[in-house]
Nanobody, 116 residues
Framework: QVQLVESGGGLVQAGGSLRLSCAAS????????MGWYRQAPGKQRELVAT???????NYADSVKGRFTISRDNAKNTAYLQMNSLKPEDTAVYYC??????????WGQGTQVTVSS
């Protein structure tokens, strides 16, 4: 069973930056594609960015050019560097291994709040 611990969120002004971390265990991290998701109040969880086992990345249009996903397989950790943050980026951010999303097991998430 995958276990995920997200960290790095906080309160930041618009235009600021944050770096989120996701420590994963219970899986062979290096062979799993990982994704960052977010859920704003009253909205459904949405996929923000993905990274394959070999480092290919993909982004939602809303964050393209501002967010960067990366991974360190030696540390079983995925990262999300968020720059030029906007108030609409305010949400709880989660990570998961893409093929484990179907099982509905999520970490506690990390809150990101962007003030205008």
């Amino acid at each position: 069973q995958v276990q995920l611990v997200e960290s790095g969120g906080g309160l930041v002004q618009a235009g600021g930056s944050l770096r989120l971390s996701c420590a994963a265990s219970g899986i062979i991290f290096s062979i799993n594609a990982m994704g960052w998701y977010r859920q704003a109040p009253g909205k459904q969880r949405e996929l923000v960015a993905t990274i394959t086992s070999v480092g290919s990345t993909n982004y939602a249009d809303s964050v393209k050019g501002r967010f960067t996903i990366s991974r360190d397989n030696a540390k079983n950790t995925a990262y999300l560097q968020m720059n030029s943050l906007k108030p609409e980026d305010t949400a709880v951010y989660y990570c998961n291994a893409l093929k484990y999303v179907q099982f509905g097991s999520w970490g506690q998430g990390t809150q990101v709040t962007v003030s205008s």
